[in-house]
């Protein structure tokens, strides 16, 4: 009989070796982990208890044959022969073949640089390192998801001899991926080892992100790898200690830098997964679980169902969470009705000179969403005014240039219009500043004027001008200095 201390967390690989006589194990309770070839040699262990709070068995724990155990309740298969606390993740996104194939050609440019023997591609390799390339990315490492070494990928199939793995991400393209591993030397010597003979490559693109696998081996083993792409949603066996952060995203419309949805507009909550071996804000993979709960904090305004799928009903705001165990995180969203009407003025009175701007808003007001595109148009054959418009506040500033009349039409991207009449005319003659009266300041304006004779506009000569004699003399700015002081 072997009993365990009570503080062992792990029992590692040939931790307990050749012990032919044992028949009995007391596992303590604080045991979490117990590893490949943990027992090896121990052929008369024929029964164990497993201690409830353990959290990971890997295959072949025990040799030269397993010991009968049941399984703690609490641990799922780690799709390798082992157990462990973990979760199953959904992963989709495209697998592109065309793109390995293009790695290999740099590959093996290289190697004929350097006087090697050219890589035969492999299919079965190739299949095995695009189910990497996916693992890679919800977990950037060369152990699994499950936890296990990456060549476990190879169980069952026939490739002896040394194998080796490179693994990237980040890179759009086969040559940007390829001189990234030629910028790190033990990437670039497993690309040209002259040991190797047969390579697969993985390509995955998930999320906007490229995750790049080669697999080599010794063996020459070949099979048509066809130029294409796949879309794929993949299950990946997650070990729990590598679920620490999982984020909430709704795709939402965004026209002035307010996020909003549309009253029965349908939407989904995204969740991604981080990735705890790249430390990139590119790097958190979308994922989907039968585990995952969803709840929205407001249900007349939006309504989600357990996969995720939100339904907005009224407008208000809504606040969509997720849980998963002890993680929660939440997006707040916006709804809004559908633009109904176009809210701007249906005239304008402009003096020359004068500006003003106008706020063009949409009903109903204050729950209305906001259109993605705005047309406006413009009817000015008198050139009585100028305009500058700004689509994302939604303003226009109009300016008098000359007495006339024009209009402007605004139309939104659902076929609403709206028309803005505008009346152009001359202010108040002897009005310098336009505050509609005529005042000391006016006259004095004026006398200087008339004295230092200022380069003038004709909308400035009109106002200064009292006889319209095409002059500003002395003669007007006392007649505007009596209409000052007289009234």
Known sequence: ???????????????????????????????????TSAFDGCPNLKSVEMPSGIKRIFKNWCKPEIPEYTVPAGLMSDGDGGWMQGEVFTVSGTLDYGAALDMLDLVNQERANEGKDSLVIDKQLTELAMKRAIEISTYFSHTRPNGTDNFTVFDGLDYPGARGENILAGYSSASGAFSGWMGSSGHKANMMRDGYKSV????????????????????????????????????????KGYISTLSLYVRTKNVTGVPYLDVNDTADAIVRLYNQEWESPIANI???????????TDTSVARVDDKGHIQCVGPGMATIRL?????????????????????????????????????????????????????????????????????????????????????????????????????VTR??????????????????????????????????????????????????????????ILG
């Not at 503080?7 to 590893?35: A, H, M, W």
């Not at 490559?201 to 998930?206: K, L, N, S, T, V």
């Not at 002890?326 to 709804?335: A, G, K, L, M, P």
């Open 427 to 484: 202010g108040l003659k002897g009005d310098v500043n336009n505050d509609g009266r005529v005042t000391l300041y006016d006259a004095l304006q004026i006398l200087k004027q008339a004295i230092l004779k200022w380069t003038q506009t004709e909308n400035e000569l009109w106002t200064m001008d009292y006889n319209d004699d095409g002059a500003v003399t002395l003669y007007d700015a006392l007649k505007f200095l009596q209409k000052a």
């Open 1 to 35: 009989m072997i009993i365990l201390g009570s503080t062992i967390k792990t029992i590692g690989q040939y931790d307990v070796r050749g012990c032919s006589n044992v028949t009995e194990v007391i596992f303590p309770q604080t045991l979490e982990r117990i590893n």
């Open 286 to 296: 979308a994922v989907t679980c039968d585990n995952f709960k969803f709840e929205s």
């Open 200 to 239: 697969g490559i993985g390509c995955f693109e998930g999320n906007g992100v490229y995750y790049w696998v080669q697999i080599f081996a010794e063996t020459e083993y070949e099979g048509q790898v066809k130029r294409e792409t796949k879309q794929v949603s993949e299950q990946i066996n997650i070990y």
């Open 323 to 423: 849980t998963y165990g002890d993680i929660v995180d939440e997006e707040t969203i916006r709804v809004l009705y559908e633009t109904k009407s176009i809210i701007m003025p249906e005239h304008v009175d402009l003096k020359v000179g004068e500006e003003v701007k106008i706020q063009v808003k949409f009903g109903p007001e204050d729950q209305s969403t906001f259109p993605t595109e705005l047309k406006w148009s413009f009817e000015d054959d008198e050139k009585a005014y100028s305009s500058t418009h700004n689509n994302k506040t939604h303003t226009i500033t109009l300016k008098g240039v000359k007495p006339g009349k024009g209009s402007f039409t605004v139309t939104t991207d659902n076929g609403l219009s709206a028309t803005t009449t505008i009346t």
